[in-house]
T-cell receptor
Framework: ETGVTQTPRHLVMGMTNKKSLKCEQH?????MYWYKQSAKKPLELMFV???????ENNSVPSRFSPECPNSSHLFLHLHTLQPEDSALYLC????????????FGEGSWLTVV | GENVEQHPSTLSVQEGDSAVIKCTYS??????FPWYKQELGKGPQLIID?????GEKKDQRIAVTLNKTAKHFSLHITETQPEDSAVYFC??????????FGKGTKLSVKP
């Protein structure tokens, strides 16, 4: 257990569906992250929240919409995804935003059909 | 921006042998270098990290070395065991920066 819990662990959705990924951290951290991991690319940073404020959006398409209602919870809302969006989506947290140990969750495997 | 190159992409060793994975980074301002291990079906787990004010750090069978002049750092695993088989990622970041990952090395330890 890393202290970062992601649900669901597996998700299959159609291209017209709307779904959400949920992340909860039990570590008292102030920064939370969404990463995308696919077979062809290294871990790609998608979004960074520090003290519940979005501080980074790495040119992610608008069909991915993050939400951070408080410092312990992070969501990734998914809408009209493409098959190429199928990947492992990893949530992570750290005490502070930079040069600090990042703790990952187990990930949510997303398949878009 | 920062670019992290990792080699080799795959590595196969016999149980008991040593394994070395190397990474280079481009931004001389980077000052934090963690290594993560990812087992099948799980998220990456931190195994060791080093900051730019030290050149080497060791934790039992794993060690990391950092050469700031050459901008490269390496992971060393001694006396490898089958349970060391996983994908290993290096990463680099700087103050006010984000963690940038290498592409990973798939390590296979054969019994």
């Amino acid at each position: 257990e890393t202290g970062v819990t992601q649900t669901p662990r597996h998700l299959v959705m159609g291209m017209t569906n709307k779904k959400s990924l949920k992340c909860e951290q039990h570590l008292g951290h102030n920064a939370m992250y969404w990463y995308k991991q696919s077979a062809k690319k290294p871990l790609e940073l998608m979004f960074v929240y520090s003290l519940e404020e979005r501080v980074e959006n790495n040119s992610v398409p608008s069909r991915f919409s993050p939400e951070c209602p408080n410092s312990s919870h992070l969501f990734l809302h998914l809408h009209t995804l493409q098959p190429e969006d199928s990947a492992l989506y990893l949530c992570a947290s750290s005490q502070v935003r930079d040069t600090d140990t990042i703790y990952f969750g187990e990930g949510s495997w997303l398949t878009v059909v | 921006g920062e670019n992290v190159e990792q080699h080799p992409s795959t590595l196969s060793v016999q149980e008991g042998d040593s394994a070395v994975i190397k990474c280079t980074y481009s931004d001389s301002a980077s000052n934090y270098f963690p290594w993560y291990k990812q087992e099948l079906g799980k998220g990456p787990q931190l195994i060791i990290d080093i900051r730019s004010n030290v050149g080497e750090k060791k934790d039992q069978r794993i060690a990391v070395t950092l050469n700031k002049t050459a901008k490269h750092f390496s992971l060393h695993i001694t006396e490898t065991q089958p349970e060391d088989s996983a994908v290993y990622f290096c990463a680099a970041s700087k103050t006010q920066g984000n963690l940038i990952f290498g592409k990973g090395t798939k390590l296979s330890v054969k019994p």
